[in-house]
């Protein structure tokens, strides 16, 4: 009996489905509450996310706008919520979890939400002992905003002869423009985008994208047909349009080039396809295109020129300039969002002044040397009001560049050398037969910390001009030289003036002199878009698209 009942498989089936039902209610349960756990994830995570681009939107208000974004998706207001307001670095370089830094909340563009909510168990408490799961997601936004903004020039309030020598020597042609043509090319604002396009059409760029343009190197003759084209699209008026024309003629023949990189950057926009625009609208001074074009144009070449300035008390004067390279990889125009940086370029001026003397001195030589260092505007903050645009402001870290300024004597070799600085001997101010006087005189302005310059929406749209100076330098720099100058007299045996007499006599007569000089060096500097110890700075545009997610 116990061995038939041991060999009977009657009822088997029914064991095993018994059995298998009990797993596949136990499966199916399970899934009811994975899926239930997916779901809510899915929905904590689109809060999440939300939550942190209604942050990252208005950070001054970031957790209550977090808040009030949870609450509107359904979830219970006091449901854990953790704001981190933060800096965020877009490096592909950098790991996900690194790109995103705590910081305070003067200097933060992003913020980081933390939510955790938790979904109930159906069947699975049965396995875990637990009524609930708890979910934690994390969601990072980034405020999306740019700025075009641009370091140098002066060229407005320049005469036009002097423009004309300084500029066409260094575009390697013969500039005629009147003081009215420079005005109107002052007043011309280019739409970066269509003078890139232009340019493109013109140097047959056949690239893709802009990155292409800028990456290339680019004829001068077409620049400026570029700048024509251009013009026209804006509708210039005819002064504008006939001085472009006249400088494209006068240049028709030169064969420098420019790099495009050094000339625009176009930031983020650089990867568009040629012929696109995007919304934000960057304009450009035809006058500042101009003075960029020719400084990159001339790279480390020396200008020499004769200056025919008519000046009473100053018998002749001439120039020797070389402008360096800017930094690599920058330009004198940008756009981007904080942290991008525009810079000028380092200059090198030798100004020879023949001073007219007074008794025994007849003429006074005076070899004047200076040395600018690149300037640099950083965009510092950049501050979108999240209901009215015309409340969004942004604000530039500016320090111009170190002046070194000499009376000695410096060589033409020394002026293209800018591995080394100059340390120029004594130079020789009076030579005669009879009266030799040497002289040495240093000036130095400096300023090592940046200056915060501030920029209202108006005058963002207005493209206004701010000069930031440094804090030591407040007189004439001329004065300044010629206060320091240590004088060494030579007399020959004829001469009967005392050694001090003859140095007071040549102080004094450089001392009147040195306003007109300082103008001179001035507008010559103001022409190559620096100053003395000043660095003009101005806004091409803004954009703020709000917050975007990043990872």
Known sequence: MQRAFKHDERGSVAILSALSLTVVIGAGALAIDV???????????AAADLAAMSAAADLPHARANALATITQNRLPADTPLTVELGTYTPDPSLGASDRFRVTSATTANAA???????????FGRVLTGADSYPITTVATAARSALAGFAIGSRLASVDGGLVNQILGSMLGGSLSLSVMDY????????????????????????????????????????????MTAAARTAGAGSTAINALGEITRALSDASKTVSGRSLVDAGPYSALGLGQKPATSVALSA????????????????????????????????????????????????????????????????????????????????PIYIEVAAGTAKLDTLACAAVDARNSSATLAVTPGVVDAWIGNVSASDMTNFRTAPNPGVATLVD???LGITGRAHATIANTSPQRVSFTYGEIIAQTKKTVTTTSFASSLTSRLVGDLSMNVRLG?????????????VGTTLGSI???????LANI?????????????????????????VN
């Open 287 to 366: 006058l500042d295109l101009l003075a960029a074009t020719a400084q990159i144009a001339n790279g480390q070449n020396q200008i020499a020129a004769d200056l025919n300035l008519g000046v009473p008390g100053i018998l002749s004067a001439k120039l020797l300039l070389t402008v360096g390279e800017r930094p690599v990889g920058t330009s004198w125009v940008t756009v981007g969002s904080e942290g991008a940086s525009v810079h000028t370029a380092q200059t090198r001026i030798l100004l020879t002044v023949n001073v007219a003397g007074s008794g025994s001195i007849v003429a006074i030589n005076l």
């Open 35 to 45: 899926g239930s756990v997916y779901l809510d994830r899915r929905a904590a995570q």
């Open 493 to 505: 045996p004829l001469n009967l003036g005392l050694p001090q007499l003859l140095t007071q006599s």
């Open 432 to 434: 005669t037969p009879a």
């Open 514 to 520: 040195a306003a007109p000089i300082d103008t001179i």
């Open 525 to 549: 500097l103001a022409t190559l878009g620096v100053g003395l110890g000043q660095a003009d700075v101005w806004m091409l545009g803004i954009r703020c698209d709000g917050a975007v997610l």
């Open 183 to 226: 005005r109107a090319l002052a007043d011309l604002k280019l739409d970066m985008f269509d003078f890139m396009n232009a340019l493109a059409t013109r140097a047959r760029i056949t690239g893709p994208t802009y990155d292409s343009l800028l990456s290339s190197d680019l004829k001068i003759g077409d620049v400026f047909a570029a």
């Open 112 to 122: 980081r939400v933390t939510l955790r909510t938790q979904t109930n168990l159906y």
